[in-house]
């Protein structure tokens, strides 16, 4: 499965600044993740 790229995706340098304001998750409850907290943001965005 390829990822789809839209021109409204975070950039690198937004990805950054975003992230880092991002609590980590250190926690081993609950289910994996199946998608990645960047790519729930540029669903939101």
Do not use: F
């Amino acid at each position: 499965m390829s990822k789809s790229v839209y021109p409204s995706d975070l950039t690198e340098s937004e990805w950054e600044i975003i992230k880092a304001e991002l609590p980590v998750n250190q926690s081993r409850r609950g289910r994996p993740r199946k998608h990645s907290v960047r790519c729930l943001m540029n669903g939101i965005r």
